[in-house]
């Protein structure tokens, strides 16, 4: 089992920058990737973000490429999510999870446990 709390969100106006964390523990942590989902009101949840176990491979949405960075410190067994150059689009609850696998998945299906979100909001 995994438990995942994820922190770091709130309100932020356009342009602006947060960095969301996912702290995790339990023991099948290990040897996986990560990643960031949001979901917005009314739409489906969406990948953001992926990062391998090992931290050299990183996957982003189209959406995202160039202003989010995801990162990991397997000893702190935290996963980070750096947003500058936030949009009012952005604006979702923010779930990181972790993956059956070492990979950087990008799909939803390919994870097993997920946090309970942290809200983002972007104001315009």
């Known amino acids: 089992q995994v438990q995942l709390v994820e922190s770091g969100g709130g309100l932020v106006q356009a342009g602006g920058s947060l960095r969301l964390s996912c702290a995790a523990s339990?023991?099948?942590?290990?040897?996986?990737?990560m990643g960031w989902f949001r979901q917005a009101p009314g739409k489906e949840r969406e990948f953001v973000a992926a990062?391998?176990?090992?931290?050299?491979?990183?996957n982003y949405a189209d959406s995202v490429e160039g202003r989010f960075t995801i990162s990991r410190d397997n000893a702190k067994t935290t996963v980070y999510l750096q947003m500058n150059s936030l949009k009012p689009e952005d604006t979702a609850v923010y779930y990181c999870?972790?993956?059956?696998?070492?990979?950087?998945?990008?799909?939803?299906?390919?994870?097993?446990?997920w946090g309970q979100g942290t809200q983002v909001t972007v104001s315009s």
């Open positions: 999870a972790v993956s059956r696998q070492p990979p950087a998945a990008t799909m939803s299906g390919e994870y097993d446990y």
């Open positions: 339990g023991r099948s942590y290990s040897s996986k990737g």
């Open positions: 990062i391998s176990w090992s931290g050299l491979v990183r």
